[in-house]
T-cell receptor, first 116, second 115 residues
Framework: GAGVSQSPSNKVTEKGKDVELRCDPISGHTALYWYRQRLGQGLEFLIYFQGNSAPDKSGLPSDRFSAERTGESVSTLTIQRTQQEDSAVYLC??????????????FGPGTRLTVT | AQKVTQAQTEISVVEKEDVTLDCVYETRDTTYYLFWYKQPPSGELVFLIRRNSFDEQNEISGRYSWNFQKSTSSFNFTITASQVVDSAVYFCALSESSGYSTLTFGKGTMLLVSP
């Protein structure tokens, strides 16, 4: 079956521009997570969706970052006025549930963002 | 706050050697979950194992084995008879039962297996 997909796979943008990153979770997965992976680092949690609501946005690094999810499916992560420190791979994951029991998260291939 | 430490940043071995990747975690929860993920050069994270805090039985899956010890807050991963295809970055991660099951990752250990 189809896994988590993300687009674009690569994005190069100029400093100061806005970018949108898209995630298509596995069909039926109600929980969706965004993570950021800087070069040579582990993954940092950004935001979690349960359905279309985001009960945990604690990882968003600044108000330039926002995300939404519609139809309990596709999610978009938007970074406004990009900075060079935003350069990273942005990974999306989905799982069957995200509340008190920790189900396996399936990861997409990521979007590599380069801010020049 | 929860934390995962993978002290080994890079390990190089020759094919057929055994190798152990260390993972130490910190959490205040009594119920939590521990994970290992593999990230090959292609970049996509591959789930390897999930263990809950109440199950300290060691697990073996083919050439892979995991040693979970609550007394030392460790969840180490051993690859027996390593192969070139095992070359990847391996991440240990922790998820607490309270909260929203977000994963806290270690910084990863890069394993290089040479022929």
């Amino acid at each position: 079956g189809a896994g988590v997909s993300q687009s674009p796979s690569n994005k190069v943008t100029e400093k100061g521009k806005d970018v949108e990153l898209r995630c298509d979770p596995i069909s039926g997965h109600t929980a969706l997570y965004w993570y950021r992976q800087r070069l040579g680092q582990g993954l940092e949690f950004l935001i979690y969706f349960q359905g279309n609501s985001a009960p945990d946005k604690s990882g968003l690094p600044s108000d330039r970052f926002s995300a939404e999810r519609t139809g309990e499916s596709v999610s978009t992560l938007t970074i406004q006025r990009t900075q060079q420190e935003d350069s990273a791979v942005y990974l999306c994951a989905s799982s069957t549930r995200g509340t008190t029991r920790s189900y396996e998260q399936y990861f997409g291939p990521g979007t590599r963002l380069t801010v020049t | 706050a929860q934390k995962v430490t993978q002290a080994q940043t890079e390990i190089s071995v020759v094919e057929k050697e055994d190798v152990t990747l260390d993972c130490v975690y910190e959490t205040r929860d009594t119920t939590y979950y521990l994970f290992w993920y593999k990230q090959p050069p292609s970049g996509e994270l591959v789930f390897l194992i999930r263990r809950n805090s109440f199950d300290e039985q060691n697990e073996i899956s083919g050439r892979y084995s995991w040693n979970f010890q609550k007394s030392t807050s460790s969840f180490n991963f051993t690859i027996t008879a390593s192969q070139v295809v095992d070359s990847a970055v391996y991440f240990c991660a922790l998820s607490e039962s309270s909260g929203y099951s977000t994963l806290t990752f270690g910084k990863g250990t890069m394993l290089l297996v040479s022929p």
